[in-house]
């Protein structure tokens, strides 16, 4: 199965910019991934897709400072003039097809922090 | 808008039986492949199982394959999940997640608020 990796923690100041990893494991390194939030106490939420090439697509009312970019087998997740409700927890994912059976893997997942 | 209601959750004891329910309405239901997603306490997401948007494919998560069935009725607008011989590392808070196709598994475009399961004796 694939495995994605992201790092427990990452924080930066109100206002300022952060960028968070997603490292999917080597022999799925093509692989597209999405982007969740979820907000402390909420349900998940999708950001965007993020594909190997770079490109990203992302969910209706994800506003313009967020940005989806590749490089090699990461896949990030930038977002600008951090505010205080980007708090939350970042998850990755991928689905993937073995062996004819459908699947979805998730990352452990990034907190973000607002300072 | 798009809006999934889960319900059914609660206390059982290992080994017990439950059914989760899910109301979906905002979309055309049958148009769309389902999902549940579950978080156990402190933790992160874990996918559980897919449904087809007629219902013909399902596809579960080894760790719950042969207990856990993913099912829908397109006359009622509502996905369901059949778990059986609960165990208590299946305690979670289980969401209802739409995909963004029919039949392929592509992401979870929308989320309901989840119903809490909690196995224990």
């Known amino acids: 199965l694939p495995v994605l990796t992201q790092p427990p923690s990452a924080s930066a100041l109100l206002g300022a910019s952060i960028k968070l990893t997603c490292t999917l494991s080597s022999e799925h390194s093509t692989y597209t991934i999405e982007w969740y939030r979820q907000r402390p106490g909420r349900s998940p939420q999708y950001i965007m897709k993020?594909?190997?090439?770079?490109?990203?697509t992302k969910g209706d009312g994800i506003p313009d400072r967020f940005m989806g970019s590749s490089s090699g087998a990461d896949r990030y997740l930038t977002f600008s003039n951090l505010q205080s409700d980007d708090e939350a927890e970042y998850h990755c994912?991928?689905?993937?097809?073995?062996?004819?059976?459908?699947?979805?893997?998730f990352g452990t997942g990034t907190k973000v922090t607002v300072l | 808008q798009v809006q999934l209601v889960e319900s059914g959750g609660g206390v059982v004891q290992p080994g017990g039986s439950l059914r989760l329910s899910c109301a979906a309405s905002?979309?055309?239901?049958?148009?769309?492949?389902m999902h549940w997603v579950r978080q156990a306490p402190g933790k992160g997401l874990e996918w559980v199982a897919f449904i087809h948007n007629d219902g013909s494919n399902k596809h579960h998560a080894d760790s719950v394959k042969g207990r856990f069935t993913i099912s829908r009725d397109n006359s009622k607008n509502t996905l369901y999940l059949q778990m059986n011989s609960l165990r208590p590392e299946d305690t979670a808070l289980y969401y209802c997640?739409?995909?963004?196709?029919?039949?392929?598994?592509?992401?979870?475009?929308?989320w309901g608020q989840g119903t809490l399961v909690i196995v224990s004796s």
């Open positions: 905002g979309f055309i239901f049958s148009n769309f492949g």
């Open positions: 993020v594909k190997s090439d770079g490109s990203h």
């Open positions: 997640a739409k995909d963004r196709a029919a039949t392929g598994l592509e992401y979870f475009q929308h």
């Open positions: 994912g991928e689905s993937h097809t073995i062996d004819g059976q459908v699947g979805y893997v």
